[in-house]
């Protein structure tokens, strides 16, 4: 638990202190984080703990700074949660801001290059020789060398899943401009990572997603 209240995630365990013994309706979690509930904070961040952190990853690759802007999410979702209108729309909610917290960090991190301040903190840390960890660094350092604009559509419909119209509803955006975005992003990746033999496989899944 933080200053301000908010559920902290546990850095060894990465696990809610509470236990939790069900899950909760949007509507339920909605009305008790409003209320302050300890109880439903606990149940909110088993809940969405996979969902916050998967994003994060998706965006960032194995980060340094990864906890510590996962807690960020949680606590903006948390801080702002009286502005969700609809509780049925709480995932879709938990998602916008999360993307909004990474697009945060991503501008910060091009703003301390600018300055020649940025250190090597933020490339993908634990990297062996193994091969498979050196095809994983280089895709993560792919993908954040897009556009941020592209890099969010590119990772949130072919790498998560979302179709054009959920992307267009997260950005606030249109369709036409979320398709134009991800279809960019997925020309200049595929462009950069042409000629690797070892990306192959890789490269021919997202040609034909």
């Known amino acids: 638990m933080n200053i301000n209240g908010t559920q902290r995630v546990n850095k060894s365990t990465n696990v809610s202190p509470f236990?939790?013994?069900?899950?909760?309706?949007p509507y339920e979690l909605v009305n008790g984080l409003t209320r302050?509930?300890?109880k439903i904070s606990a149940a909110f961040f088993d809940q969405y703990n996979g969902q916050i952190n998967r994003l994060v990853r998706h965006f960032l690759g194995p980060d340094e700074e990864h906890v510590d802007i996962v807690n960020t999410a949680f606590?903006?979702?948390?801080?702002?949660?009286?502005k969700l209108k609809d509780p049925q729309a709480l995932t879709r909610w938990v998602s916008t801001v999360t993307i909004h917290?990474?697009?945060?960090?991503i501008r910060k991190r091009k703003t301390r290059r600018l300055f020649h301040v940025f250190t090597d903190a933020t490339e993908p840390y634990g990297t062996s020789t193994n091969a498979t960890q050196d095809v994983l660094s280089r895709i993560y350092r792919?993908?954040?060398?897009?556009?941020?604009?592209?890099q969010v559509?590119?990772?949130?419909?072919?790498v998560e899943g979302f179709t054009f119209?959920?992307?267009?509803?997260?950005?606030q955006i249109s369709i036409a401009t979320a398709k134009r975005r991800g279809q960019k992003?997925?020309?200049t990746f595929i462009q950069k990572l042409q000629g690797d033999l070892e990306l192959s496989r890789f490269l021919e899944e997202i040609t034909n997603g």
């Open 165 to 171: 119209e959920q992307v267009a509803e997260f950005e």
């Open 101 to 105: 917290v990474v697009r945060g960090e």
């Open 75 to 82: 606590t903006q979702i948390l801080q702002s949660i009286s």
């Open 19 to 25: 236990p939790v013994q069900q899950d909760y309706s």
């Open 153 to 158: 559509v590119f990772i949130l419909h072919y």
């Open 185 to 187: 992003g997925k020309d």
């Open 36 to 38: 302050g509930d300890q």
């Open 142 to 150: 792919t993908i954040r060398s897009l556009n941020t604009n592209e």
